[in-house]
């Protein structure tokens, strides 16, 4: 099993972190930062003069209640709860990509 990393950079509104990540999970990284800028945006903009630390921990525990309401729910359930998640998912990537192209 190897170890090797690779250190991925990425920008949370206006600072930017570093984290490292095995080559072959960097894709699964690379969703999962911008399915966080997404839900961190969200908190933002219902209150734009929060501060990033109360973004980052209620983003936390909105994505939190969200993992654990999935893992309590019946396995049918939850596979189309995970379809609806991913296509809304893919529908925000779709948007800021439009954006990003205006």
Do not use: W
Not at 25 to 46: C, G, P, Y
Request: one cysteine or more.
């Amino acid at each position: 099993m190897s170890t090797e990393t690779q250190q991925v950079g990425f920008r949370l509104f206006k600072k930017t972190y570093e984290v490292s990540c095995p080559p072959a999970q960097r894709k699964s990284l690379d969703e999962a930062i911008t399915h966080l800028k997404a839900q961190m945006q969200k908190v933002h903009d219902i209150d734009a003069n929060a501060s990033m630390d109360r973004i980052a921990v209620v983003t936390a525990l909105n994505l939190s209640h969200d993992c654990l309401r999935l893992s309590q729910e019946a396995p049918d359930d939850l596979r189309q709860r995970i379809d609806a998640l991913s296509a809304r998912v893919q529908k925000t990537l779709d948007q800021v990509e439009e954006a990003n192209l205006a």
